[in-house]
């Protein structure tokens, strides 16, 4: 078991019995992960039910408010992200220009992590002490905004993830028992390609009217057919000239996951009628298909705006914590020479947890605090800046999700889809197909630059 004076001390005893061969480096982004994801879950109490009896006791955090069950939820997230987002963000500041672990900075970065804990706690419970006012609107603005660009970094690292996996099972069909490999390799992208092509069904049966709906009607064709294009793109003989390993495994992916924006989209309108909820879409489809000629057909009534319940666990919410909490994994202990995550977050070399052979610490004497190598002596492997920049957006993003971009209205007795939701999650899988598709083209465009 680590002892105590590890919390004050450099990253890496917190970790060391689990990943006893990592270096420095990962450790730390590892802890930093696990922070903002225990703050997730803390969050997520906060929606559960009974826990607004709790949040209620709060002195002033539901003064002034007509229907305090359904928005202290909300504000208690509102809270705990805000926490971690300021966290995030005066450590972004702090580590501007840090170049190596020599910084007396990095110390700050990589340790002292007794009172970083404290100093989170100490934010969270003063958040809730904050005056309501126009906290919580400015913070949906700012939450907005930054769940926008996080969306987008999810996009680098899904890029990133669909070209490695092509090219790992590329080498290994290269390698031998090829027939296998291949055979996976069209497996998973017919499996993706079949889930985005019911998604399509799904959407237009339950998310369009005959005489209604004319957004989503668009939304849906417009990135079915651009789908359809890229992944036409990928498998073009000049672009395969220029990156043989470019295939349909890579468009497969990028075209379900924007299949999810689309439907995360449509989820956020304010037209109940074009976004019924998944229990009403279920129970639609449990309802007979043909009515007996002596019995009077029964119009189903369509839900009326209304006050919303905030529920954590609502379908596209779970879908996108899922994404976040891989893609955040992903991006702490991905890392190889050519790798986007690299580029993205300013790094040279690194490499995943499990290859990190040196320094294992196998040397160590029985009762020394087992610590793990510091690989950042004579240059950072990533911009600690930058990386406390992109935790400060993922603040945001979660709390986003959390309360399914709900905005209370101007008297906060209702919470309401709004708009500006809709289409920033729409454009954002917009972006996520002109991303993948410049992957795919830049070679071509500029044929002197290495794209590897």
């Excluded at 976004?275 to 279920?282: E, Q, V």
């Excluded at 905030?310 to 893609?327: I, Y």
């Excluded at 690194?350 to 040397?363: F, K």
């Excluded at 809709?422 to 830049?442: G, P, Q, R």
Aim: with cysteine.
């Amino acid at each position: 078991m680590c002892k105590i004076p590890c919390l004050c001390s450099g990253a890496s005893c917190l970790l060391c019995r689990c990943c006893p061969n990592s270096k420095n480096s990962t450790v730390t982004r590892l802890i930093y992960a696990f922070l903002l994801l225990l703050s997730t879950v803390v969050a997520c109490i906060m929606l559960a039910p009974g826990m607004e009896m709790q949040l209620k006791k709060v002195p002033g955090f539901c003064d002034k408010v007509v229907h305090c069950e359904e928005l202290v939820g909300y504000r208690a997230v509102y809270r705990v992200s805000f926490a971690m987002a300021v966290f995030f963000f005066l450590f972004s500041l702090i580590m501007i220009q840090v170049k190596s672990s020599k910084d007396p900075r990095a110390s700050v970065h990589n340790g002292f992590w007794f009172f970083k804990i404290a100093a989170i706690v100490g934010i969270m419970v003063g958040a809730f002490y904050i005056p309501e006012g126009p906290f919580t609107t400015a913070l949906f603005a700012i939450g907005t905004c930054g769940a926008f660009c996080f969306i987008l970094i999810q996009l680098v690292l899904l890029v990133d993830f669909a070209h490695s996996w092509n090219e790992s099972w590329v080498e290994r069909m290269e390698e031998g028992n090829s027939k296998c490999w291949y055979a996976a390799l069209l497996a998973c992208t017919g499996l993706f390609y079949t889930l985005s092509f019911i998604a399509v069904v799904l959407f237009y049966v339950f998310y369009t009217k005959p005489d209604a709906c004319t957004e989503n009607k668009f939304f849906i064709s417009f990135n079915m057919l651009v789908c359809i294009a890229v992944s036409i793109t990928s498998v073009l003989p000049k672009v395969q000239e220029h990156q043989p390993r470019s295939g349909l495994l890579q468009s497969s992916i990028i075209t379900l996951y924007t299949m999810y924006l689309t439907w995360s989209a449509m989820s956020n309108e304010p037209e109940r009628i074009c976004n019924p909820s998944l229990l009403n879409i279920i129970s639609q489809i449990a309802a007979p298909t043909s009515i007996p000629a002596n019995v009077t057909a029964i119009v189903p009534v369509v839900p009326t705006p209304g006050p919303q319940k905030l529920q954590w666990w609502d379908a596209q919410s779970v879908v996108g914590l899922t994404v976040f909490v891989l893609c955040l994994l992903y991006s702490s202990i991905r890392s190889s020479n050519n790798s986007q995550v690299n580029k993205l977050t300013l790094s040279t070399s690194d490499s995943v947890i499990l290859d990190d052979t040196t320094g294992t610490g196998s040397d160590v004497e029985d009762g020394e605090i087992r610590r793990v190598p510091d690989n950042e002596k004579d240059g950072v492997q990533y911009s600690y800046a930058f990386f406390h920049f992109m935790l400060f957006l993922a603040s945001l993003y979660i709390m986003m999700t959390l309360t399914n971009w709900y905005s209370p209205d101007a008297e906060f007795k209702t919470l309401t889809s709004k708009w500006p939701a809709v289409w920033v999650k729409i454009s954002s899988s917009w972006v996520c197909l002109l991303l993948y598709l410049w992957t795919l083209v830049a070679p071509l465009v500029l044929p002197n630059r290495d794209f590897n």
